[in-house]
């Protein structure tokens, strides 16, 4: 699995602006080249138009505050640099206030497949396209004010799996088939064609009870996935109760986790808002 490579978040420069290495600057355009030749066909529409409308450059890593300003004019969602883990509370309050968390650094070349934690490119190239859509962008905040309003830590763990099972690996039925637009799927080659083409994990339409009923695990790619008819869906949950439906995904207590007879590596890392 991860290699132990120990990441040190890099700080801003008083002007703001972070120096990466010709290195770090190398594999952001490894990675970048690399998703684009397999996203066509397996991303959704609305993810691949953002990704051109935010204008993500492919050879270097793009600056917080550029990618701030592309975002003013569609949903005004700041893009704000942050050490990798930070805290539930510090999450929460970012999210609800329309600023999205975003590391720093970025994997080696010996870690292109597997991360215990999101780098920047998992961030920048799996999340920020989206963050100019309104109804995710809405949902986000949302989430966001849902996560400050929990009472406990572990109406916190429930409400986790609902980011999971959207913002980090959710699918969308599209009329030319599955796609994905979630960003744990988006920024890794292995997850991107098993979660859209693989005949062996479970697709689920999405549910927003039974996705806070269903347990996640952060080690594999997903045995379960849950499919969005449209973002619509996202923007109801939205302006619903969220954490009253935490509470009665509570109360009616966890589905059984899904079980596969293959179980693959995931290339994945520690999920927000997981207390793990």
């Known amino acids: 699995?991860?290699?132990?490579?120990?990441?040190?978040?890099?700080?801003?420069?008083?002007?703001?602006?972070?120096?990466?290495?010709?290195?770090?600057?190398?594999?952001?355009?490894?990675?970048?080249?690399?998703?684009?030749?397999?996203?066509?066909?397996?991303?959704?529409?609305?993810?691949?138009?953002?990704?051109?409308?935010?204008?993500?450059?492919?050879?270097?890593?793009?600056?917080?505050?550029?990618?701030?300003?592309?975002?003013?004019?569609?949903?005004?969602?700041?893009?704000?640099?942050?050490?990798?883990?930070?805290?539930?509370?510090?999450?929460?309050?970012?999210?609800?206030?329309?600023?999205?968390?975003?590391?720093?650094?970025?994997?080696?070349?010996?870690?292109?497949?597997y991360l215990e934690e999101p780098d920047v490119f998992h961030e920048v190239f799996g999340h920020v396209p989206l963050l100019s859509e309104r109804r995710f962008a809405d949902f986000t905040r949302a989430y966001g004010r849902a996560g400050l309003s929990c009472q406990t830590p572990a109406e916190q763990e429930i409400l986790a799996r609902l980011y999971w099972f959207t913002v980090e690996f959710g699918l969308i039925r599209t009329p030319a088939g599955i796609r994905t637009y979630g960003a744990g799927v988006i920024s890794s080659i292995g997850e991107t064609v098993y979660a859209t083409e693989s005949p062996i994990p479970i697709r689920r339409p999405f549910d927003a009870l039974e996705v806070l009923r269903t347990p996640y695990r952060i080690d594999v790619f997903q045995p379960l996935y849950f499919v969005l008819e449209s973002f619509d869906e996202l923007f109801r949950v939205a302006q619903s109760d969220i954490v009253g439906l935490v509470r009665n995904a509570q109360a009616l207590g966890d589905l059984p986790a899904p079980r596969l007879a293959t179980i693959q590596p995931a290339e994945s890392f520690h999920p927000p808002g997981d207390p793990t």
């Open 1 to 113: 699995m991860g290699h132990g490579h120990t990441y040190v978040a890099k700080i801003p420069e008083p002007d703001g602006r972070i120096r990466y290495t010709p290195e770090e600057e190398a594999t952001w355009k490894l990675l970048f080249d690399r998703q684009m030749g397999i996203l066509p066909g397996r991303a959704c529409q609305e993810y691949l138009d953002a990704l051109i409308g935010v204008g993500l450059p492919s050879d270097h890593i793009p600056q917080c505050r550029d990618l701030t300003e592309r975002l003013r004019a569609s949903t005004g969602v700041i893009i704000v640099p942050v050490p990798a883990l930070i805290s539930n509370e510090r999450f929460f309050e970012l999210l609800a206030q329309g600023s999205f968390p975003c590391a720093t650094f970025i994997r080696t070349r010996d870690e292109l497949e």
